[in-house]
Structure formats: structure tokens, C-alpha cells
Nanobody, 125 residues
Framework: QVQLVESGGGVVQAGDSLRLSCAAS?????MAWFRQAPGAEREYVAAAGTWNGGRTYYADFVKGRFTVSRDNGMNTMDLQMYNLRPEDTAVYYCAASRRSDSRAYYYREAAYENWGQGTQVTVSS
């Protein structure tokens, strides 16, 4: 099992930037960020694997605004968010998987067996 701890959430204004971090207790094959807005289902944001030369993946709604990065030596993953919008307000969760199916299904919640507690991001207009 991988223990995950997120940090870096907060309250910002529209157009601001924010950086989230996730620290894992051990190395995972795939790590990802998901988010859940009030009254909405949890949704995929971005993912990074160790099998593909460090390639990263993004949900369409964050392309060009968010950047995910991993430091495999430190077992950490960051999410740098730029030009934040009120609709980005959500609890952001870090997820990690050591399962091989997470390579193909990195965008699905079911691919991850380990989750952090979440960190709140609030973007005011």
C-alpha cells in the first residue's frame, strides 16, 4: 500500500497560480491528480507514469494551464496550476497505483488503489 499526503491547497483569485504537492511513502507505477467540486463527481485531472519515459497526460479542460511533474527519486508529484478559474474550485486528490492496468487506464478512478485525503483549492472571481 502507498500512503499519500497532499499539500499546497488554498484560496486564490481568478488568474492566480497555485502548486500542489503529493508525497508518496513508496514508488508507484502511476500517479495522478483527480478533483471533486461541490455536488459533482470526482474527475480526472492529470497523470504521470514511470513506464513511458516520464510522459504526462492531461484532461482536456486543463491542457495548457496545468503541469504535472514527478520526482521519482523522492516519490513526489506536483501539480502546477496557472490561470486558475472559479470552476477549478474543488478538493484535489492524489492517487497512486502499482497495478499494471494503470498504464492504459490512468484516467479512471478504478485504476488506483491508493488515495490521499485531498487538499482544498478555492478560486474566487
Amino acid at each position: 500500500q502507498v500512503q499519500l499526503v497532499e499539500s499546497g491547497g488554498g484560496v486564490v483569485q481568478a488568474g492566480d497560480s497555485l502548486r500542489l504537492s503529493c508525497a508518496a511513502s513508496t514508488r508507484a507505477l502511476t500517479m495522478a491528480w483527480f478533483r471533486q467540486a461541490p455536488g459533482a463527481e470526482r474527475e480526472y485531472v492529470a497523470a504521470a507514469g514511470t513506464w513511458n519515459g516520464g510522459r504526462t497526460y492531461y484532461a482536456d479542460f486543463v491542457k495548457g494551464r496545468f503541469t504535472v511533474s514527478r520526482d521519482n527519486g523522492m516519490n513526489t508529484m506536483d501539480l502546477q496550476m496557472y490561470n486558475l478559474r472559479p470552476e477549478d474550485t474543488a478538493v484535489y486528490y492524489c492517487a497512486a497505483s502499482r497495478r499494471s492496468d494503470s498504464r492504459a487506464y490512468y484516467y479512471r478512478e478504478a485504476a488506483y488503489e491508493n488515495w490521499g485525503q485531498g487538499t482544498q483549492v478555492t478560486v474566487s472571481s
